[in-house]
């Protein structure tokens, strides 16, 4: 088996060497100076090399005691080039993504070949369609038996990605032993982490939200039947999932909803709030009485803010999630998805987005993604 796996790293490592000057763009853009896409980011030396044969990756990740990080990107994709520059150039977060990790990287517009756990081969691009990519980065970690363990729909700042990989160690080895030991949500789990880190390096609190309570704003519904609120609004409805010392809802309020173009389409929008960690009763979109905390636990909110978009009477699930940290360019892109029922006919939110900017590029609007 290891004179196998060798074999394979070595053929890899020559096609890489011998197609090393031959780099196309996933849309046929045409290549700048020096042979590199627009929007191509440098990868990580420590990124694993693969042929992405998913069960030979499984069985070395198991033989190695590693799990296997499906990293799905795209080229010009500022969030992407945010995770390579800001998360994997930490020496603790490196350290720890090289001892428990293989990762393997995954162009969701891309042509490579890859081999499922079942043996059917499909394109990156189609790999990406079936698994419902919607954002990029999009971070997938496989259990041992090649199942989703967890999932980041988006950008996680350092701190939140490591608190992801810390969560993960007692997590994956509950799940991996068969123990049915209750384990903390990871909403609990990052919110501890944060209380502890505050209290050890009290020197680090000016740079954290220390304010209690959400962010209130005028155009948030006091309705408590969430139920009721999407039975019989007249527009799409928006749901916060906050929590108070975040400094991610800070931004959101703060900043991007102080927009003026952000504001005008905030009022396409019902806007309803929940606190996750509050005791407080709600009805939930189904119709059950429970606390907000309960209520984020069922929808399986990881992140603060996350934004659940429902229709009207769509109570039953929400037509879209975003889940991670973003600007005003794709907050925007979200907000016009949902009011103007894109969704219906392009369920890739990432195709429409780059609709969206030719578009705009067309009738010479300027923008910039990281803003």
């Known amino acids: ?3 196998y796996l060798f074999m394979k790293k070595i053929i890899l490592v020559g096609l890489l060497v011998l197609f090393s000057d031959i780099v196309f763009s996933a849309h046929g853009h045409e ?5 590199v896409n627009p929007g191509f980011y440098e990868k990580p030396d420590w990124f694993k090399q693969s042929f992405l044969d998913l069960q030979d990756d499984l069985d070395d990740a198991n033989e190695n005691n590693k799990r296997i990080m499906l990293y799905f990107h795209q080229d010009g994709c500022p969030y992407c080039k945010k995770l390579l520059e800001d998360n994997f150039s930490r020496q603790d977060i490196i350290e720890k993504m090289r001892q428990n990790y293989d990762l393997l990287e995954i162009n969701m517009w891309g042509d490579k070949t890859i081999t499922l756990l079942t043996g059917e081969e499909l394109s990156e691009k189609d790999f990406a369609r079936q698994m419902k990519i919607m ?5 997938i970690i496989l259990d041992k038996k090649g199942g989703p363990l967890f999932r980041m729909n988006g950008y996680y700042a350092p ?7 810390d969560y993960l160690l007692p997590e994956a080895e509950n799940k991996s032993s068969g123990l049915n030991q209750k384990l903390p949500t990871f909403s609990e789990f990052s919110f501890s982490d944060f209380l502890k880190k505050r209290k050890l390096d009290k020197s680090k609190t000016s740079t954290l939200n220390t304010a209690s309570g959400l962010h209130t704003e005028k155009f948030i519904s006091k309705e408590t039947d969430l139920q009721k ?3 019989t609004s007249n527009k799409p409805i928006m749901i916060l999932f906050e929590q108070s010392n975040c400094a991610d809802c800070d ?3 703060g900043d991007l909803f102080r927009r003026l173009p952000v504001y005008q389409k905030l009022r396409q929008f019902v806007i309803a709030q929940v606190d996750i960690h509050s005791s407080d009763k709600i009805i939930a979109p189904d119709g059950r009485k429970m606390t907000q905390k309960e209520l984020a636990e069922l929808l399986k909110i990881q992140y603060t803010p996350s934004i659940l978009f ?5 109570a039953n699930k929400p037509v879209f999630r975003s889940e991670a940290y973003l600007k005003s360019f794709h907050l925007q892109a979200i907000f016009d998805y949902i009011s103007t029922r894109a969704y219906v006919d392009e369920p890739e939110f990432q195709r429409f987005v780059q609709d969206r900017a030719d578009k705009m590029r067309a009738e010479g609007i300027e923008f910039d993604l990281w803003d």
């Open 31 to 35: 290549l700048s100076k020096g042979l």
């Open 251 to 253: 931004e959101l309020h």
């Open 159 to 165: 701190d939140k990605f490591l608190a992801v990989l």
């Open 229 to 231: 609120l999407i039975n």
């Open 310 to 314: 429902y229709e009207h009477g769509s």
């Open 1 to 3: 088996m290891e004179k």
């Open 135 to 139: 954002f990029t980065p999009t971070l």
